[in-house]
């Protein structure tokens, strides 16, 4: 069976889209002097998809939230030519041809997370091919069912907070991520802002369920480590990258201080990347995301990298990709889940454009052992908000 030809499409939300609260969530922009829309870099209004199709019409559905124009561009121009003709079952040699060929452009950003696209094809197609889910192919079922925590809680007035707050909990769910709104040009108002919020989300959910803190890579380490002892008070399972993605020893520094565990990882790449963070011991949770860090064939040896340090696999976002490695690797206890709403800051896109994502009951997921491949398609539900760049 050979490869006969990879397609790249854009879909570029053009629906209604809800405006971010003030102060909605903190971002490694905030400290930038330019005004302007600090959100840009922050939005995923548009989304890659990539179809690997054999000679024998079995079509693979990759997909990438990063800047999808130009992986779009780099697919095209680089890596499609790289796998014509060749087998879809010899993913490891087609990730390093992609990976070695262009390696001096590659390595992290766009280049891998088009290499991440179509590899999240080519296992999509193997299952399809054999008939089997795609965990059935990393190593099976570890667990009845995927426990997964609400992912939303952004920053609003607190009346509001707390009623999304108290819907996690009436759904089931026993663990929630909420955002920061302030940082480091704040001041001690700010400081005081953001500790409000995670009172109140704290206060509604009780001291039974997990509550986990996002910077957004918006803080500084001088503020990270004046804010770690305000937050230890509040329970906090982990809180998330406090810094930007390059600053791996101020990882390492605020997970030494001990106040609150320090996650990370959904801007970091490949196997070598995560390497690097857990030989400098930099992180309490790793949140690879599938469709970034090298596709299916990086992350499975990031688990198994994971499961050696003891360190647990918590995937950013949800999405199939992610579920799949999460239900197959004992490295993994849970799975993140965007719920779905109006479009906001696009985290919630994918749910518009692929149909057969499991819904959380409870608090948890289920794959299916028998829906072969990922389990998901392009849903023609809201084609018509999308424009299509082919
Ligand atoms: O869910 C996360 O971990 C993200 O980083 C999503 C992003 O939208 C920031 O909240
Ligand atoms: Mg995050």
Redesign the pocket.
């Known amino acids: 069976m050979k490869i006969k030809s990879v397609r790249t499409r854009v879909f570029e939300w053009n629906g209604k889209v809800v405006p971010p609260a003030a102060n909605f969530?903190t971002?490694a922009a905030d400290l930038l002097y330019e005004r302007g829309d600090s959100m840009g870099s922050?939005r995923?209004h548009g989304w890659l998809v990539c179809e690997v199709e054999t000679e024998d019409g079995s079509i693979g559905l990759g997909n990438a939230a990063l800047a999808p124009r130009v992986v779009k561009a780099a697919i095209d121009q680089y890596y499609a030519p790289m796998l014509i003709g060749e087998d879809p079952f010899d993913t490891e040699y087609l990730w390093q041809k992609m990976y070695r060929k262009t390696h001096a452009w590659s390595r992290k950003g766009i280049g891998m997370t088009a290499i991440s696209a179509i590899d999240i094809a080519l296992w999509d197609l193997m299952g399809k091919e054999v008939g089997r889910p795609v965990f059935k192919l990393l190593g099976g079922r570890t667990k009845d069912k995927i426990r997964c925590y609400a992912?939303k809680l952004?920053g609003q007035p607190l009346d509001a907070l707390r009623a999304e707050a108290q819907s996690y909990v009436d759904q089931g769910f026993d663990a929630v991520?909420m955002?920061f709104g302030w940082g480091p040009k704040d001041g001690p108002a700010g400081m005081r802002k953001n500790l409000e919020l995670v009172a109140t989300v704290r206060d509604v959910i009780g001291p039974d369920r997990d509550l986990m803190c996002?910077c957004?890579m918006g803080w500084t380490f001088e503020y990270a480590r004046r804010m770690l002892p305000k937050l230890e008070a509040y329970d906090i399972r982990w809180l998330?990258?406090p810094v930007i993605a390059d600053d791996i020893e101020g990882y390492t520094e605020l997970r030494k201080l001990g106040h609150v565990p320090i996650s990370g990882g959904?801007h970091e790449f490949t196997l070598a990347g995560f390497q690097q963070l857990l030989d400098r011991r930099a992180l309490d949770v790793i949140?690879y995301d599938t469709n970034r860090v090298g596709g299916i064939s990086a992350a499975r040896k990031i688990n198994a990298l994971a499961e050696a340090y003891q360190i647990p696999v918590i995937p950013?976002?949800g999405q199939m990709h992610n579920y799949h490695l999460t239900m197959a690797s004992t490295a993994s206890p849970m799975a993140?889940f965007?719920p779905v709403h109006e479009v906001e800051?696009?985290?919630e896109l994918f749910y518009y454009l692929f149909k057969g994502e499991p819904q959380p009951d409870n608090g948890f997921l289920q794959l299916d052992d028998h829906k072969p491949g990922l389990g998901i398609e392009l849903s023609h539900e809201h084609i018509g908000a999308f424009d299509v760049i082919e």
């Open positions: 969530c971002n922050f995923f992912s952004y991520k955002r996002e957004y998330e990258e959904e949140q950013h976002a993140e965007f800051v696009g985290n």
